[in-house]
């Protein structure tokens, strides 16, 4: 596999091929990414997956610093998924691009929005709220990554995960506001055997607090089958979804939101309907956020 460091060395691999696959990730990587590189490496002629950490995202204070990072691991389990999805796959057909902080923001990047200078790319109403309001750099770092990444990759198509709902909704905004030629695909989300979604965050958890947190989708499943049967008011979802989450007090320390959003512009809305997504965000005792959502 290739390990491209600089945007030049990218562009000359992604000349070689046609239909390329793009994966953006953090890092750390789990099941829930190596699913899309697997989808990625039998739908396209060349996969690339990012592996960088951007600082855009982060605010002072948040866990930059200490956000897991292993790039030889993270190269493994990409060859290791990628030849168990194709055993005839050859080198020149994966890549892993993992570039400077620098080689990303040639202007340099402080955490402080303030202190900031350069170009960055805003998506706008539907940003602001939710994991925009607890974070409020977050999609403004989101979606000025992903614009970078995506003029320096051209891909055929890129693959988000369905885990950060509202993250998926920016994108595509964002792809089809500055007519970015990519087609994005939005992948189911991957969970571990307890039902807890998969994240790199995860490794925050101490092993009785990772068991416990399963309670997070148990809550998202218990207010689909009321959806199902015929609730759909948010505060009746709500209800389901906090008196669930209350069975693992304390170790669910609080709840940040339990919303309903329509899909186009993850707009709230208080009535649901199919397509809608259920979200949590909910904070674990020690501090630890964690996020799930369900297509009802
Ligand atoms: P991250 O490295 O956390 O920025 O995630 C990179 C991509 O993987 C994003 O599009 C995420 O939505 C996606 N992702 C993260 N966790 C999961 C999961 N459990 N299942 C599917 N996709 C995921």
């Not at 290791?80 to 923001?105: N, Q």
């Not at 925009?132 to 770092?141: D, L, M, N, S, T």
Request: glycine share 6%.
């Amino acid at each position: 596999m290739r390990i491209l460091r600089t945007v030049e060395s990218l562009r000359e691999w992604r000349g070689m091929h046609e239909k390329v696959g793009f994966l953006p990730t953090m890092g750390a990587l789990h099941d829930g990414h190596l699913s899309m590189v697997r989808r990625s490496v039998l739908e396209n002629d060349a996969t690339v997956v990012s592996v960088f950490v951007n600082p855009s995202q982060f605010a002072p204070g948040e866990d930059l610093d200490s956000y897991p990072r292993d790039l030889q691991s993270d190269v493994e389990k990409i060859a290791k998924c990628a030849a168990d999805a194709d055993p005839e796959i050859t080198e020149a057909r994966l890549a892993v691009f993992a570039p400077t902080v620098s080689a990303m923001y040639p202007s340099g990047i402080d955490l402080d929005a303030s202190k900031q200078r350069g170009a960055f790319v805003e998506v706008l109403g539907c940003s602001h709220f939710l994991e925009g309001a607890v974070r409020p750099q977050f999609f403004r770092g989101v979606a000025t990554v992903v614009t970078k990444l995506l003029n320096a990759v051209q891909p055929t198509v890129a693959y988000f995960g369905q885990k950060d709902a509202q993250q998926s909704v920016v994108v595509k905004r964002l792809v089809r506001d500055l007519l970015l030629p990519a087609r994005i695909e939005v992948c189911p989300i991957v969970r571990e055997s307890s039902g807890l979604a998969m994240s790199s965050r995860n490794a925050y958890l101490s092993a009785d607090l990772r068991a416990r947190a399963a309670v997070l989708y148990r809550s998202l499943c218990a207010a689909q089958e009321a959806f199902a049967a015929g609730t759909t008011d948010l505060a009746g979802l709500q209800h389901v979804v906090n008196s669930v989450l209350d069975t693992e007090r304390p170790a669910v320390e609080s709840v940040d939101y339990v919303s309903l959003n329509e899909p186009e512009f993850f707009q709230l809305t208080c009535t649901a309907s199919r397509g809608c997504f259920l979200s949590i965000a909910v904070r674990m005792k020690g501090g630890v956020r964690l996020l799930d959502n369900v297509i009802l």
